[in-house]
């Protein structure tokens, strides 16, 4: 007999005893049905570290599995992983990357997956067409931004507010160190930039003579003043380099036009300023024989002849 039907048959025995001590007739006894477990499928469960972040910053992933033998990567990652783990990637380009994994057994197939989008951080290039110009003059902003959606302008009254994310524009020079900055956002994140335009004043000259008498000899003092100026250069009846302020005398002998010539350089080459000054010098000789000749023809008009 085996093990089973023993049992059953210690059963049977036991109730028909039972039986006999109620005095009631003994129960059929039934084969009982045998307990199944059925085996489970597998299940995998995959999770990121963010939904989105800039290409080239790391991600980390993490996933867990139960009632599998192996798991698979797939989409942005690939080859076999262990059942449970977690793991550090890096994004490697802007959009969407769909990490995968897929665990598996005798029992069937899971698959869990994790999206993160990759954003590129935005960039910007700002220029001043100078870097230096005169006051109240303009300059030619020119900027570009990539991957950004919207730009802010601060700095003068011309160079506030919204901006596209490229364009030039031109504006005024109001101080003498004028900074003009730029900040553009998007996505992934915010970049600023800045330029400095120096202000610079238009020079100015006062340039002056005095002559002591207009016949020779005769003294002629030469005065000047610049503003905003660095050098100053003589020419005409002087030469060399000069002061930006200063006088001179000169001892005048010869019966003739001068000219006296002075230009001045501003802080930019290009700003110049020039004066001259013109002065005639007479012949005392040359006053007394205009004097006799003109005498001389009105005697000859009134008739009178030599005298």
Do not use: K
Request: with cysteine; proline share 6%; aromatic share 4%.
């Amino acid at each position: 007999m085996g093990g089973r039907e023993f049992a059953r048959a210690l059963v049977v025995a036991g109730v028909m005893m039972l039986a006999a001590c109620s005095g009631t007739d003994a129960p059929a006894v039934q084969d009982a049905d045998p307990v199944v477990v059925e085996p489970s499928p597998p299940t995998v469960t995959l999770l990121a570290s963010a939904t989105q972040g800039l290409v080239g910053e790391p991600i980390r992933l993490d996933w867990t599995s139960s009632h599998a033998d192996h798991c698979d990567a797939a989409g942005a990652w690939s080859g076999s992983r262990p059942l449970a783990g977690t793991e550090q990637l890096s994004i490697d380009a802007a959009g969407p990357a769909v990490y995968e994994l897929t665990c598996t057994s005798s029992e069937g197939t899971a698959t869990a997956s994790a999206t993160v989008t990759g954003l590129l951080a935005p960039t910007l290039t700002l220029v001043s067409s100078a870097s230096s110009a005169v006051l109240g003059s303009e300059v030619m902003l020119s900027w570009n931004a990539e991957d950004a959606t919207e730009c802010e302008a601060s700095g003068s009254e011309d160079w506030q507010g919204s901006r596209p994310v490229t364009g030039e524009q031109a504006v005024r020079i109001s101080q003498a160190d004028q900074r003009y900055a730029l900040r553009c956002t998007g996505d992934g994140g915010a970049v600023s930039r800045d330029v400095a335009v120096a202000g610079v004043p238009m020079p100015m000259l006062s340039f002056t003579a005095v002559p002591s008498q207009n016949e020779v000899p005769a003294t002629l003092q030469l005065s000047w003043a610049a503003t905003a100026s660095d050098a100053c250069l003589a020419s005409g009846d002087w030469s060399g380099e000069q002061p930006v302020a200063g006088s001179v005398q000169f001892d005048l002998t010869e019966p003739r036009a001068y000219r006296f010539a002075l230009r001045c350089t501003g802080q930019l080459p290009a700003l110049q300023v020039e004066e001259t000054v013109d002065f005639v010098l007479a012949d005392p000789l040359d006053a007394a024989r205009a004097l006799f000749e003109q005498r001389q023809r009105l005697r000859e008009a009134a008739g009178l002849g030599e005298s």
